[in-house]
């Protein structure tokens, strides 16, 4: 407890317009571990220009970057030293969701201990990724408060070599609802008045010089705020989504993030002088909320000028799903409930983490259309996967690359072709919507990836919680996915899960 | 100490109770929702009468929802209502007259994956037009059967196919409040009563309401439907209420959703350019309105929505025909056009202006509201 007073209280802060600093990070040694450990906390912090206690990690309002690897290890511990449950969700990570793995399943009581083993596959995909706290019901406020951060799979250079020589900025937007106690607010209450951060700071100036590009990585690990920036009316060259490179160029004026969302993009330095970063005022819909707009950050042009890096190796190509053939077509209906605003529904149906909602076999492609007749947004996340938007209201949608999380338009549809075909994701795991009130509120299902020889048994376990129990391997029996794996994957086989 | 009293002291008492953070870890713990809309109405009745003097009444109306949060499935509803609780005198000119407040919802509200259900004092989930139709004044005009501050429960469960969407079909059995929390607060006023007859009033839960929704099936998924019944015992007869009849209500409502395409896509939406349509239509027919024997009604509500971003616009109109056994058959009716700002997450502004023609009298309405949202 000591050792966090004085991390809090030796913690430099910046104030506004003080240059963007990097994120403290836990990396990589040789052997491709990263060792982290995560004490949650309620810690007097700052949060902007303001102080409030609040539920941070390490002592911080900007969390730690976690920096790993293709085919590197992150063996993390979770110190919960809070009065309430919390548990960690590796976003958007293809990783195994048995025993130690990502499992929204396990969670840390309070004054207890987690711990949480993730390796990655050797192809995994480079970029940004983040943690957060899934406690159902507790979520959206935990996230809010601080109890999520950043993760770095490295790797992104070597499909574009020609980036090695550019800078790498990680900018962590978060937003954090005002309260007149000073204290993390008990029930947040989505478009309120808040404190929108990049890295933890206030309105921060990014240097860069003129010509020089530079790639960002956005995350947006807020609980339920959509980010719709603009830099000035510049164009910026998007490299990945949702750390799913592209598969062709694409470039925008304007910054997308839905909650949870990720985008890796490159920057080119302007004509000396100061850009700002705004966030424009948002709106989810006519009984969605309402964000107001501000400045992030100022963009700070200086220096002499220097060459610009064009990216010219060929971007990754990774399968057209809409060539793929369909093993199985499903409807979900994301519903607000009628009378009551803190509820929400898939099919019918609010959370229920003791039953399994959806079965589906490894190695099949399957094509899920997403209904929302409500008359707000909601962000569709699935775990453990990515997947391929292949129509928006039922009209095709261009192919630029793979991703973890979509809107859903407000009375509107989206329709995804989504791969269950990596042995991996064995096990049990959920999709929800990622606005975090939604979540919280009921938005999220169960859904279980079976060996096509175990799938009649398993959809027959649906109502008892799957044929996987609580995501432990001993719960059914040495369904590891072992042997799936060895006849699919290249040798070694993987490993899976909890092994140390 | 009485009723009122103890359910003061319970909810001072739960407000009492302690942050969120539970000690058995487990979130949430005690908490609270509110919405409160406050809202200024102003009415103008010409009254038949060889001067043809005008009534006017200016009056706040202010409603508040709490809600007590208790655990993963369990809450507690608390709905009040501050506003004129005495009617005007014909040709009175009155502002910020006949003043109360009173308690229109308070129950035990559970939640569970499929079902729900409400236990205390609660509005019967019977009629859409007092939630869907836009503008402030279609809800009191819809007030004859869209029956709020019963005694009795709700149970709602929840079925979904994919070709069907999700049918919830519910149950309501309930009676008339005629405890303490019937009558009207900071201003005198009397208990309700068996005695004050009308359906409903039979002090006991044999009043029954099946309603069926019906939203999202797969050829039609932004639509909404809704089919009820419901069916109200008659009152106590004395000198006052010499006669009485039992209460049938038959409705069926439907609501679509017609989005704007083009502006449904993430950056428009988010920009404020999104775009809808929402056409409501809601047919009620009523026989033995209130209890009254021959005295039979049909309401027909129509409304049409318009959502431009921030700015929702409306115009509704509800048209109540009479048929009273005896007597030749007349029409009411409720017309109003509404707008609605989105100020900022938290704070709603609403206008709205109409047209009424009720018992022979034609009044004129102009109401604002603004309504406040958040949580402790």
């Given at each position: 407890m000591l050792l966090l007073a004085l991390t809090a209280a030796c913690t430099v802060r910046a104030a506004p317009g003080d240059e963007l600093r990097e994120p403290r990070q836990f990396t990589y040694g040789a052997d491709g571990v990263t060792e982290v450990t995560l004490v949650a906390a309620p810690t007097r912090v700052r949060v902007g220009d303001t102080s409030y206690t609040s539920l941070v990690f390490?002592?911080?309002?900007?969390a730690p970057l976690i920096r790993t690897r293709p085919g590197g290890t992150i063996r993390l511990t979770l110190d919960n030293r809070m009065d309430e449950l919390t548990n960690l969700h590796f976003h958007g990570?293809?990783?195994?969701?048995?025993d130690e793995g990502d499992s929204i399943f396990r969670d840390t009581g309070p004054h207890q201990s987690g711990r949480y083993v993730l390796r990655l596959p050797p192809e995994h995909s480079p970029g940004p990724y983040w943690y957060h706290s899934h406690?159902?019901?507790?979520a959206e406020r935990q996230v809010s408060g601080g109890l999520s951060g950043p993760i770095l799979v490295d790797g992104l250079t070597n499909q574009f070599?020609?980036?090695?020589?550019v800078r790498e900025r990680v900018l962590v937007l978060r937003n954090f609802q005002k309260t007149?106690?000073?204290?993390?607010?008990s029930e947040i209450v989505t478009g309120s008045p808040s404190i929108r951060t990049i890295n933890g700071q206030l309105r921060p100036d990014i240097a860069i010089r003129p010509g020089e590009t530079q790639l960002w990585h956005l995350l947006?690990?807020?609980?339920?705020q959509y980010f719709r920036m603009h830099l000035a009316g510049m164009r910026v060259q998007v490299i990945s989504q949702d750390a799913d490179t592209v598969v062709k160029e694409v470039t925008t004026d304007e910054m997308l993030l839905g909650p949870s969302a990720r985008l890796s993009v490159l920057v080119t330095g302007p004509a000396p002088g100061r850009y700002p970063l705004t966030l424009s005022a948002a709106n989810t819909g006519p009984a969605g909320d309402t964000y107001g707009g501000t400045t992030l950050a100022t963009l700070v042009s200086a220096g002499d000028a220097v060459p610009t890096v064009r990216l010219s190796s060929p971007y990754p190509q990774v399968p057209d799903l809409r060539q793929a053939r369909v093993a199985a077509e499903r409807r979900y209906v994301f519903q607000d409930a009628e009378d009551d605003p803190n509820t929400f529904y898939i099919n019918g149906r609010r959370f229920d983490a003791?039953?399994?909602d959806t079965t589906v076999k490894l190695g099949d492609v399957e094509e899920w259309t997403l209904f929302n007749p409500s008359q707000e947004l909601h962000q569709f996340h699935i775990h453990q996967l990515d997947f391929q938007v292949v129509k928006v209201n039922g009209k095709p949608a261009d192919f630029i690359g793979y991703r973890d999380n979509v809107f859903i338009p407000a009375t509107g549809s989206i329709t995804l072709r989504i791969p269950f075909?990596?042995?991996?994701?064995?096990g049990k795991f959920v999709y929800h919507c990622h606005i975090m009130e939604h979540e919280d509120g009921g938005m999220m299902q169960v859904i279980q990836v079976v060996k096509p020889e175990d799938y009649a048994q398993a959809v027959t376990l649906e109502p008892l919680g799957g044929i996987y129990g609580d995501n432990q391997t001993c719960a059914y029996l040495r369904n590891t996915g072992k042997d799936a794996i060895d006849a699919t994957?290249?040798?070694?086989a993987r490993p899976l899960g909890g092994a140390p | 100490m009485n009723r009122g009293r103890r359910v003061w002291v319970t909810v001072c008492a739960a407000c009492a109770f302690?942050?969120?953070?539970?000690s058995t870890g487990r979130y949430p713990g005690f908490g609270i929702d509110y919405g409160t809309a406050i809202q200024y109405d102003f009415a103008s009745l010409r009254v038949p009468t060889p001067g043809g003097s005008v009534t006017t009444n200016g009056y706040f109306d202010i409603t508040s929802d709490l809600h007590f949060r208790f655990g993963r499935n369990d809450e507690v509803w608390l709905s009040t209502e501050v506003s004129p609780v005495t009617t005007t005198r014909p040709g009175e000119r009155r502002w910020l007259g006949g003043t109360g407040l009173t308690v229109a919802d308070l129950h035990w509200y559970h939640q569970d994956e499929k079902d729900t259900w409400r236990l205390g004092k609660i509005d019967i989930p019977f009629g859409r037009a007092q939630s869907a139709?836009?503008?402030?004044?279609t809800g009191d005009f819809v007030a004859p059967y869209a029956l709020?501050?019963?005694i009795g429960g709700t149970y709602e469960r929840r079925f979904a196919s994919d070709t069907l969407g999700t049918l919830a079909p519910s149950l309501s059995v309930y009676a008339a409040d005629t405890s303490v929390l019937s009558r009207a607060y900071l201003r005198p006023s009397a208990q309700a009563r068996r005695?004050?007859?009308?359906?409903?009033?039979?002090?006991?839960?044999?009043n029954v309401a099946a309603v069926l929704n019906w939203r999202?099936?797969?050829?039609?998924?932004?639509m909404e439907v809704q089919l009820g019944f419901m069916a109200n015992h008659k009152g106590e007869t004395n000198a006052a209420h010499p006669t009485a009849a039992n209460e049938r209500l038959r409705t069926a409502s439907v609501r679509y959703l017609i989005p704007i395409e083009p502006t449904t896509l993430l950056s428009p939406t988010l920009a404020s350019r999104y775009v809808d349509v929402v056409p409501f239509v809601e047919y009620v027919r009523i026989s033995?309105?209130?209890?009254?024997?021959?005295y039979d009604t049909a309401y027909l509500t129509t409304s049409l929505t318009v959502d431009t971003g921030r700015i929702a616009w409306g115009l509704t109109h509800t048209n109540r025909r009479i048929s009273l056994s005896g007597a030749r058959r007349s029409n009411d009716y409720l017309t109003e056009g509404s707008v609605v700002y989105h100020l900022t997450g938290l704070v709603d502004v609403g206008l709205s202006g109409g047209r009424a023609r009720q018992d022979g009298q034609t009044s004129h309405l102009v109401g604002v509201q603004i309504v406040l949202s958040g949580a402790f």
């Open positions: 390490n002592g911080d309002y900007d990570m293809q990783v195994s969701p048995l406690f159902h019901r507790g070599p020609e980036l090695r020589q007149f106690t000073g204290r993390l607010a947006n690990i807020a609980a339920n003791s039953r399994v075909t990596d042995p991996v994701i064995l994957a290249p040798a070694p | 302690g942050s969120a953070e539970a139709a836009p503008g402030l004044y709020g501050g019963m005695a004050d007859g009308g359906a409903t009033n039979t002090g006991k839960p044999n999202a099936p797969a050829a039609l998924p932004y033995n309105e209130n209890g009254v024997p021959g």
